[in-house]
């Protein structure tokens, strides 16, 4: 892992504005693409004007936005453009061959080549700040977080409404759960990771991909189109099939730790970037 170096951001934008304007469209496949596996779309110049959003730091933040412990906060998208946790055998250019370790510490966090130390989901530091007492330990080398990473997240989250960060255009970030204590449902969000929450347009994080809000909304609601660089990608129709993603994960939990069996027996891991 790189090491982490100190950085200043700041930036002025209206807060918890009531958005009702779609700000992403998503009809097709490459819509959805560009929405959740693009870095680009989490750029400063893709935020609505209505947010009001100032960069009055020294530094550009391509961030999504800003944890409550002021890290840096991404979607679940590397280098390659795919998933950080569960990316599929090939996208692009990207071949699963390609990644060789993880270097998520068990607050779902890295450091880039730039030193910037940053989330790609809904970080358990957040919800437990005992796990960042200390330098976190790195995820693989802990039995409950290595190939069960959302389940390892959400078991450090009480089963509230619980806000967590702040996007660049001015929403709430909020953890895991909804109000009711229950997981958000891909079909009450939009492909941004966006809905009506707690009467206002927010942002949720999710057990499912992107994890963390990728693109700004308002956008199209979620429905059966999906993203291609993940293996989590949600599916909506017209009821809510949250089960289907719950099943997509214990799939995707099986191999993640078949391969981490294998590595343990000697086979070069993945490297998430």
Known sequence: MDTPVSQSFDFEVKFNWAASTTNTAVTSVDNANTANCETDSALSTKIPSLAKFTNTGTKTLDAIGVALDGLLMNAGINANDVDDFYPPNSYGTYTYSNNNQSWFDQCMSHTNGDGYYHYHAASPCLGDTSLSATSPARCYNVASCWGYYMDFITSHFSKSLTPIGLAKDGHIIWGPYDSSGSLFDP????????????????????????????????????????????????????????GQV??????AKKDVQTFSQLKRSGVSQRQAQ
């Not at 492909?191 to 927010?202: A, F, H, K, L, P």
């Not at 719950?246 to 799939?251: G, P, S």
Request: hydrophobic share 25%; proline share 6%.
């Open 187 to 242: 079909c009450d969000l939009d492909y941004c990771n966006g809905g009506t929450i707690d009467g206002v347009y927010g942002y949720a994080a999710t057990t499912y991909h992107p994890y963390l809000p990728s693109c700004f909304g308002p956008a199209t609601s979620r429905g059966s189109i999906q993203q291609e660089c993940t293996m989590m990608a949600p599916y909506c129709s017209s009821s809510s099939l949250l």
């Open 246 to 251: 719950e099943e997509a994960v214990e799939d």
